[in-house]
């Protein structure tokens, strides 16, 4: 489907699970309590929900979330088991055992996020599998009157992510994903995709495999291959200086960036902060360092609004 961009998004993703559960616990040490990961959460709805314009929590514990958002930011929650859960090899999405796409609009959650992990050469009966799967959420929202955004998180069987490798097939595998889920078929709203080119290898950031001039035509082909259906992009974790760089970089390109959802790139140095010194540091520090993070991907956003007129 295609239609008008909707409203930017500001987005915080803190919907991270049993990953971010251990590196809290490890952080945390002789501190760790059984509910610091709903405290850790709740800090970063409450600080960083007053300047975006939406926070994505987890399907586990979003429901308790929801009374913690700012009037002003609009909650989205993931339709996950767990963002580190998926069925063995096949990389197939598990879907939550205390939620159902209908409990969305019982919880006043008009947003539902879900993601898949996808390999355009996969085998084709895997694939069509997973792009089942992915219709049927869609088909769900719509009926219950949801808004869909879905994440697609490409991979490749034989290069490793974070190798060279892997780096040059990326901005084909993400174009190619992209080009799959656009299609109608699926309903979604939106695509949350990733950057299409991995910083550390493109010049002027890392070892410069790749060109800027080559990024740069990595970050339209992935947008044309949208056609039209809005996305915004996720940080996967990268370094904050270089999510805000890669902002910048798609407006130098000419892209029509709907918005982002950003997790760890602004709140992952949090859980040392957290671990030694507790909740309130936490939230002190997510009120200025992560606060100060979310609005300079703002500012980028919003500049490359005008480098497009």
């Known amino acids: 489907m295609s239609g008008d961009s909707p409203v930017p998004i500001y987005g915080v993703a803190i919907d991270a699970g049993s990953g971010l559960a251990a590196a809290i616990k490890s952080a945390r040490g002789a501190r760790s309590k059984p509910g610091d990961l709903l405290t850790f959460k709740r800090a970063v709805v409450g600080q960083l929900g007053q300047s975006a314009s939406t926070v994505l929590v987890d399907a586990q514990l979003g429901p308790d979330l929801l009374a913690d958002f700012h ?6 929650m993931a339709f996950e088991a767990d963002v580190y859960k998926i069925s063995d090899a096949e990389r197939i999405t598990v879907l939550p055992d205390s939620l159902t796409v209908a409990d969305f609009s019982r919880l006043g959650v008009k947003s539902l996020k879900f993601f898949m992990y996808y390999a355009p050469d996969d ?7 997973k792009e089942a799967l992915v219709a049927e959420v869609g088909a769900l929202c719509a009926e219950h009157g949801l808004q869909y955004l879905f994440e697609p998180l490409v991979y ?12 040059r097939a990326k901005p084909e595998l993400v174009q190619r994903t992209v080009a799959v889920f656009s299609q109608a078929r699926f309903g979604a ?8 080119v991995d ?18 035509d990595a970050f ?7 056609d039209g259906l809005p996305i915004v992009y996720l940080s996967a974790g990268v370094p904050f200086a270089w999510f805000e760089a890669s902002l910048r970089m798609a407006a130098e390109a000419g892209v029509a960036l709907s918005g982002f959802m950003c997790g760890r790139s602004i709140w992952s140095d949090a859980i040392g902060v957290f671990g030694a010194e507790g909740d309130e ?3 002190a520090w997510l009120a200025s ?16 609004k005008g480098e497009r007129k």
């Open 71 to 76: 009037p002003g930011c609009a909650p989205m």
């Open 123 to 129: 085998k084709a009966a895997l694939n069509k599998r």
């Open 156 to 167: 490749h069987r034989a290069h490793r992510p974070g190798s060279a490798e892997f780096a």
């Open 189 to 196: 709203h939106i695509l949350k995709i990733e950057v299409p």
């Open 199 to 216: 910083l550390a290898f493109v010049e002027g950031f890392g070892t410069p495999a790749m060109s800027r001039a080559k990024a740069l």
């Open 220 to 226: 339209r082909a992935a947008a044309a291959a949208a």
């Open 281 to 283: 540091a936490l939230r």
């Open 289 to 304: 360092t992560g606060v100060s993070r979310l609005n300079r991907l703002i500012l980028a956003l919003e500049d490359s």
